[in-house]
């Protein structure tokens, strides 16, 4: 109110023609000043004051009331605000008739601005506020640690929401993705789509329902086809503990949320962390995981690194074994055509997950046990990595492996 | 009117004088420390310094009742917590929690001869005998809930309700007995009514978690409770999810955090609750003038609550002209 009644109200009367007026004034109920234009040449008589608080009309909130006592005519009016007089606006007169328009003006005007400034606040404080937190959390372009910082603003808000910031967090991650009806080839309207987006406002509070968060939790769509839940967890000494609790929360959720049938579900989680900043980071390990979950399994819910834990190693080699060992495994697998020999690969990549046995590797790829020991040693003279010799070589094959699967969706990897 | 009678009224359901002013938790200031020469920590576990300290609150500040149980880790020291027991102002806390497993635990047999246990006992009856029944005597007893926190580790609870869920069953039902026992042991030394500290608080649990874990617990313990004499709930933080769940606990009065709107917290427990509160210690009590407190009473008592009191254990510093402008306050407002 201060910034309303002192900076605003500074400006409003600046734009007013002053010929017609001696001074304009705003007080509060019980007659105490809140504001005035810094060029008048004195106060209202606080005498007039009270008698103009005396004879407002609670029944008439935007009344004119005058005085005649003083030098000037006083002319008043209240300001409204959800049918309450928050306080008056006083004008003495040279030109009555003049300063009537003026002061209906600067009342509306005032109005106006009061009730938008608490419609702003009160947006905030509600859904949106949750969004906005996750919005900024998520909010930077490029990430390097120990560079990002939280903005002031935003450290203020958690502060002031009442968020410990000390708790460790890992975000949990829910897709969204919408079950479509395809006949002859496109896609009909069957009516879904207004259930979707009443499933869409509900999705959040089903998953604030959840029994395992508290009011130390986040949840928000981050857009609109992703919620994200910014999970806490007071320290127990054993972060793979909370990983585990982590897993329940998730099938938890995903059976919360499966009673909407409107959508498929993919869950995942990031790493756990002990600063808000880290946030980013966990969201961005959770959408990665999503996305090799979305690769290499074949049903959707919960995507976890235990369930490919080869397939999340693969994803985060680093680049120098990318290009320094994984390239060249490739390169010596290329055909005459310049194509890799990925029936090849496929087939090492079996005979190591079979713990190098030719008749379970046989088996699996519905081959003779010949042809796969011909096949491998093939594999071997190209390459010259004997899995049956050294465990290096036989994780490099498999790394070159899960390498060429992820590689067909390289462009799905978040930085 | 006697002080007691008045509030016990509001209890009963009965017609009274003037608008109670009661300490569910601590009231003990510095400035009472002073006057009574009872300081912390001494007084969190000898029963004379309790009883003076207490005492305070009626004669220095002319509240309507005395509550000698400034801390919450009497039972915790008592059940072989590592306690360090504070400073002139600062609350005592848990160094070392004997990470209670289930079937470690029993009730030790001397538990109400052990020191801080006998202490609160005799502070109490000495405070019946002092004050025979012009003032209201309140005891209190930490629930199985905040008793696991102390022995079994805030972190390790909170996780085992979702990795072992069945422990934590079990110790609630272990520690269940203590809570009672304690209650029983204090209605019969002489107090009026029990503060039963369980924090359930929505910082740490869901509102689902409770009805779970502690709603079951709860409601057997005022089963047990019921005839000994009523019980004022506290838990501290916004409870407006949980409040119909703790209505449904069988709690006599819930002691509500300045955080929640009162007439909120009365619709919500639909006469099945009183409320005590919730005047704001940070901001009104700690660093507010006498206005502002008149003006918080005001507030709590047009919300509707039934017993003024300080929304929870003040800060040391609370200066004793603040406690003494809420009964000034209570007594202005229209009698009942």
Redesign the interface.
């Known amino acids: 109110m201060e910034q309303i009644f002192g900076t605003y109200f500074q400006r409003l009367v600046g734009k007013v023609d002053r010929s017609s007026l001696r001074s304009i004034q705003i007080v509060s109920r019980d007659g105490k000043i809140l504001a005035k234009d810094t060029a008048n040449s004195g106060d209202i008589p606080s005498d007039i004051i009270y008698k103009v608080i005396q004879d407002l009309n609670c029944t008439d909130l935007h009344q004119l009331i005058y005085n005649h006592s003083g030098e000037y005519t006083v002319v008043a009016t209240p300001i409204v605000i959800d049918l309450q007089v928050i306080a008056m606006i006083l004008i003495e007169a040279i030109n009555l008739k003049h300063c009537e328009q003026i002061i209906t003006i600067i009342r509306t005007s005032l109005e106006s601005y009061i009730e938008y400034h608490n419609t702003q606040e009160e947006a905030f404080t509600e859904v949106s506020r949750e969004e906005a937190i996750v919005k900024e959390l998520l909010a930077v372009s490029s990430y390097d640690l120990g560079k990002q910082s939280l903005s002031y603003k935003l450290l203020k808000s958690l502060k002031a929401f009442g968020f410990d910031l000390f708790l460790l967090r890992s975000v949990i991650l829910v897709k969204l993705e919408k079950k479509t009806n395809s006949y002859f080839n496109i896609n009909l309207d069957l009516g879904y789509e207004s259930s979707v987006e009443a499933f869409k406002d509900r999705g959040v509070q089903i998953i604030k329902a959840n029994k395992y968060l508290n009011n130390q939790d986040i949840v928000a769509f981050a857009d609109s086809d992703h919620i994200v839940i910014v999970k806490s967890f007071l320290d127990v000494g054993n972060i793979g503990k909370l990983y585990y609790a982590l897993d329940n929360i998730c099938e938890s959720m995903i059976s919360d949320l499966e009673a909407a049938k409107i959508f498929t579900y993919h869950i995942a989680y990031g790493g756990i962390y002990s600063t808000f900043q880290d946030v980013r980071r966990s969201y961005v390990e959770a959408e990665n995981t999503i996305h090799l979950g979305s690769v290499f399994q074949e049903n959707p819910g919960i995507h976890s690194v235990d369930k490919g834990i080869f397939e999340h190693v693969g994803y985060y080699l680093p680049s120098i074994v990318q290009h320094k060992v994984i390239q060249s495994v490739l390169d010596k697998l290329k055909k005459a055509d310049g194509s890799i020999d990925l029936e090849l690969l496929s087939v090492a990549e079996a005979f190591v997950d079979q713990c190098m046995n030719l008749m379970h590797t046989a088996n699996q790829l519905h081959l003779h046990r010949n042809t796969v020991y011909l096949k491998i040693d093939k594999f071997k003279n190209k390459t010259g990595l004997n899995p049956e010799k050294s465990f290096q070589d036989a994780f490099i094959i498999k790394m070159t492996a899960v390498s060429v699967k992820i590689g067909a969706f390289s462009q799905g990897k978040v930085n | 009117m006697t002080s007691r009678e008045r509030v016990l009224a509001v209890f009963n359901g009965k017609p009274y004088d003037k608008i109670p002013v009661i300490n569910p938790t601590s009231l003990a200031t510095v400035e009472s420390m002073r006057h009574t020469k009872a300081f912390f920590p001494h007084a969190h576990t000898d029963s004379h310094a309790m009883a003076a300290l207490a005492g305070a609150g009626r004669d220095l500040l002319g509240f309507d009742s005395v509550m000698p149980y400034f801390s919450i880790h009497l039972e915790a020291a008592a059940l072989g917590c590592e306690v360090d027991w504070g400073k002139l102002d600062r609350m005592p806390q848990i160094l070392k929690a004997p990470l209670l497993e289930p079937d470690d635990f029993v009730m030790p047999v001397n538990f109400f001869d052990r020191k801080p246990i006998k202490a609160l006992l005799q502070a109490i009856k000495a405070l019946r005998k002092k004050y025979g029944s012009e003032v209201a005597i309140i005891g209190k007893v930490v629930g199985p809930w905040t008793l696991a926190f102390h022995l079994h580790?805030?972190?390790?609870l909170?996780?085992e309700t979702?990795?072992e869920p069945y422990k934590v069953h079990q110790i609630l039902g272990m520690l269940m007995q203590t809570s009672i026992e304690f209650a029983h042991a204090q209605f019969e030394a002489g107090a009026d009514i029990i503060t039963w500290a369980d924090h359930a608080t929505?910082?740490?649990?869901?509102a689902?978690?409770y009805e779970?874990f502690l709603l079951p617990v709860h409601q057997q313990c005022n089963r047990a409770l019921q005839k000994a004499g009523p019980v004022i709930f506290h838990t501290c933080?916004?409870v407006t999810d949980r409040l119909e769940l703790f209505s449904q606990a069988g709690f006599e009065a819930f002691h509500l955090e300045s955080r929640n709107d009162v007439k909120a917290a009365i619709c919500i427990a639909d006469g099945r609750m009183l409320m005590t509160g919730n005047i704001n210690n940070p901001r009104i009590l700690l660093n507010g003038t006498a206005a502002d407190v008149y003006k918080a009473v005001n507030r709590a008592v047009e919300g509707g609550i039934q017993l003024l009191s300080p929304e929870c254990a003040l800060p040391c510093w609370v200066p004793n002209r603040n406690l003494l402008e809420i009964v000034h306050a209570a007594r202005t407002q229209q009698n009942k």
């Open positions: 580790g805030t972190a390790n909170i996780l979702n990795m929505a910082d740490l649990i869901s689902k978690m779970e933080g916004l």
